[in-house]
T-cell receptor, first 115, second 111 residues
Framework: KAGVTQTPRYLIKTRGQQVTLSCSPI?????VSWYQQTPGQGLQFLFE???????NKGNFPGRFSGRQFSNSRSEMNVSTLELGDSALYLC??????????????FGPGTRLTVT | AQRVTQPEKLLSVFKGAPVELKCNYS??????LFWYVQYSRQRLQLLLR??SRESIKGFTADLNKGETSFHLKKPFAQEEDSAMYYC?????????????FGQGTILTVHP
């Protein structure tokens, strides 16, 4: 079974620009969660999508948004980039079909650098 | 809101020594607790979860609701256990795919 894939793996953007990151879950997984990882804040939950609907949202500003497609692939978008958005963005997929937490399988991450 | 605290950023032990990675949480409901591990140049992966009550790679963790702790233990550490360990919590109700992580502990096992 192919693992979670994320593209691109590395990205350099300038302040004020916007960026779109992509995540392809494991086949059959319908839930995709996104996390931001920084040295200072650690791993922080951004949002989760299940069956094309946002099911949970973390405490991030509205500049961070996401969506999920009918094939469960997900994208997240960050508009008006700030230096503080530099981070490793991880996505994780799971079956996600019940309230009991299914194991989350993580992708390799996208390293975003904002200059 | 829930919170997970891992008080040790770094932990060093010698091979064959016991190891305990501490995890404390704050949450008013009934949480699900997990330990995730990230080996060098590998992805974050699930090590164990409290509802399974199983031992993985010799590691065990018991949920202590009275002390709100979920410490990870192994009686005899091995060099291959060197990694970053994260404790994570899923709140009850509709939290589904939302995990709250601790800051992580880097475990180094010396030969």
């Amino acid at each position: 079974k192919a693992g979670v894939t994320q593209t691109p793996r590395y990205l350099i953007k300038t302040r004020g620009q916007q960026v779109t990151l992509s995540c392809s879950p494991i086949s059959g997984h319908r839930s995709v969660s996104w996390y931001q990882q920084t040295p200072g804040q650690g791993l922080q939950f951004l949002f989760e999508y299940f069956s094309e609907t946002q099911r949970n949202k973390g405490n991030f500003p509205g500049r961070f948004s996401g969506r999920q497609f009918s094939n469960s692939r997900s994208e997240m978008n960050v508009s008006t980039l700030e230096l503080g958005d530099s981070a490793l963005y991880l996505c994780a997929s799971s079956l996600g079909s019940s309230s009991t937490a299914h194991e989350q399988y993580f992708g390799p991450g996208t390293r975003l650098t904002v200059t | 809101a829930q919170r997970v605290t891992q008080p040790e950023k770094l932990l060093s032990v010698f091979k064959g020594a016991p190891v305990e990675l501490k995890c404390n949480y704050s949450y008013s409901g009934s949480p699900e607790l997990f330990w995730y591990v990230q080996y060098s140049r590998q992805r974050l992966q699930l090590l164990l979860r409290h509802i399974s009550r199983e031992s993985i790679k010799g590691f065990t963790a018991d949920l202590n609701k009275g002390e709100t702790s979920f410490h990870l233990k192994k009686p005899f550490a091995q060099e291959e256990d060197s990694a970053m360990y994260y404790c994570a919590l899923k709140a009850g109700g509709t939290s589904y795919g939302k995990l709250t992580f601790g800051q992580g502990t880097i475990l180094t096992v010396h030969p």
